[in-house]
């Protein structure tokens, strides 16, 4: 069992997390939950922020809310100082209603529509990630509309992809963002850029993948992104004043899951930064993790209910959420630990399989977990479900989305108010033509 931030196994017996005890979490704010480490998190961020510093570049940390977006987390986002990655007009909406400051907001997105650019113009957002040619001319002529300039950052399609384990390198990608670099495309996005009137491009951005375990693809990208500012140094007179990495840091979820510390990520990108600006001013370097920010932070208590074994082959035991709280095991296999919070100091003895409950046989969190005997009523607790969880979370089978707490310190504050049955019907409407005295046949 790895404990995690603040977490630590009680006198009693029980996973506590934040100076809570998970038990009394459950019962007071009910099952599926959502607990999220509000100290690791701070401390997730401050990691990449010293991280920077030991550099002595100029550097921006931007937090890729995707992960895990809700008011409070953008606030703390906020009081933590950094920039604010968003990709559609709900997590700006959200945002924004935290009071999250927009000149430290950026947009990204490959198909932003028009009301969007024009919130964001509207609101003064920092900068707008430019993915593709439409948005270029579609942007420059709202902003020229406005009377006002949007400063962008053209994302570019570097032709690196990196996966957990390793990187290849690909020629022309085929990728839906970004403008691709071996075919020249980013050029003529540079250029229409600068004549555009309504554009101010401040530099380049790019994205190679998630959940990264080595640093080999991040330093190929940023080679690759030196190298094109250089060319648009010498062909346009275009200074880079900005040089945006992307994320995609990996963690661990389970043992076989081996992340490279903060550090060393930041410091591979920053020798390539000086080797490839040698020279000349380096431009201000910007990363944007999600995952590794809150993923670790996360943790979802479920309450088992029923259990079914299947003699010979396999134990099943169904906890009160699934595919709908968490999709990610049945979208990308993807593999959890868990353990009992209830009884977290007790040896396993056992082996189960936890099924969701929803109607899918798909609908598996996790296979094969060795766990002490288990009984309906225990409580199970799935560690690192931080990031695309709440935030890919659906009503699939009209389930309800879970409650999400705050705990630090022995406070558990709830940010995230369980979804009431009358939540699932409230956009819900009858045609009044239901409604006809004629009988149905
Ligand atoms: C453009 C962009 N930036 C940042 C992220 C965050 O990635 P991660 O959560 O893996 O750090 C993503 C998601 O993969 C992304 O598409
Ligand atoms: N949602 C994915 C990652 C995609 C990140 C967005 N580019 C996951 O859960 O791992």
């Known amino acids: 069992m790895q404990l995690r931030g603040t977490s630590r196994i009680n006198e009693r017996g029980h996973l506590e997390i934040g100076g809570c005890d998970t038990v009394e979490l459950a019962e007071q704010f009910g099952t599926p939950l959502y607990v999220m480490d509000e100290q690791m998190i701070r401390s997730r961020m401050r990691a990449y922020v010293e991280a920077f510093r030991k550099t002595g570049?100029?550097?921006?940390?931007?937090?890729?809310?995707?992960?895990?977006?809700?008011?409070?987390m953008c606030r703390l986002v906020a009081e933590e100082g950094l920039y604010l990655d968003v990709v559609s007009d709900?997590?700006?909406?959200?945002?924004?209603?935290?009071?999250?400051?927009?000149?430290?907001?950026?947009?990204?997105?490959?198909?932003?529509?028009?009301?969007?650019?024009?919130?964001?113009?509207?609101?003064?957002?920092g900068w707008f990630v430019v993915d593709n040619f439409t948005e270029l001319s579609m942007l420059d002529a709202r902003a020229c509309k406005k009377g006002t300039i949007a400063r962008i950052l053209l994302r570019t399609t570097p032709g690196v992809e990196a996966h957990t384990h390793n990187y290849i390198q690909t020629g022309q990608e085929d990728s839906?963002?970004?403008?691709?670099?071996?075919?020249?495309?980013?050029?003529?996005?540079?250029?229409?850029?600068?004549?555009?009137?309504?554009?101010?491009?401040?530099?380049?951005?790019?994205?190679?993948?998630?959940?990264?375990?080595?640093?080999?693809?991040?330093?190929?990208?940023?080679?690759?992104?030196?190298?094109?500012?250089?060319?648009?140094r010498a062909a346009y007179g275009f200074r880079t004043r900005v040089l945006n990495i992307?994320?995609?840091?990996?963690?661990?979820?389970?043992?076989?899951?081996?992340?490279?510390?903060?550090?060393?990520?930041?410091?591979?990108?920053?020798?390539?930064?000086?080797?490839?600006?040698?020279?000349?001013?380096?431009?201000?370097?910007?990363?944007?993790?999600?995952?590794?920010?809150?993923?670790?932070?996360?943790?979802?208590?479920?309450r088992i209910g029923t259990i079914k074994e299947v003699p010979g082959i396999r134990k099943y035991v169904a906890v009160d959420g699934g595919m709908n709280d968490n999709p990610r095991p049945a979208l990308y296999q993807a593999s959890y630990e868990a353990y009992l919070a209830n009884r977290a100091k007790e040896p396993p003895s056992e082996t189960v399989s936890v099924a969701g409950k929803l109607c899918e046989t798909g609908d598996m969190l996790i296979w094969d977990l060795d766990l002490p005997r288990v009984e309906s009523g225990d409580l199970l607790a799935v560690s690192c479900t931080g990031a695309y969880n709440y935030s890919m979370a659906n009503n699939y089978n009209r389930l309800r989305r879970p409650a999400v707490v705050f705990v630090r310190d022995g406070r558990a504050d709830l940010v995230v108010q369980r979804e009431s049955l009358e939540d699932l019907i409230r956009n819900d409407r009858i045609p009044e033509r239901m409604f006809s005295p004629e009988p149905m046949e």
């Open 57 to 72: 570049l100029r550097f921006r940390v931007g937090y890729a809310s995707k992960a895990f977006n809700t008011l409070a």
């Open 176 to 232: 839906k963002f970004g403008f691709d670099l071996a075919s020249g495309q980013v050029h003529k996005a540079v250029r229409l850029s600068l004549e555009a009137e309504g554009l101010e491009p401040d530099g380049f951005h790019c994205h190679i993948g998630s959940q990264i375990f080595e640093a080999d693809g991040f330093r190929l990208a940023v080679r690759k992104l030196a190298k094109l500012a250089e060319d648009c």
């Open 246 to 302: 992307g994320g995609g840091f990996g963690i661990r979820y389970s043992g076989e899951d081996r992340p490279l510390p903060t550090e060393a990520y930041i410091s591979a990108m920053a020798e390539e930064i000086r080797t490839g600006f040698a020279g000349v001013q380096p431009p201000e370097v910007w990363v944007e993790p999600g995952r590794s920010i809150v993923g670790e932070a996360g943790t979802t208590l479920y």
């Open 90 to 125: 709900g997590e700006l909406y959200t945002a924004l209603k935290a009071g999250f400051p927009p000149e430290r907001i950026y947009f990204h997105g490959n198909n932003k529509t028009p009301e969007e650019l024009d919130m964001g113009l509207e609101v003064g957002i």
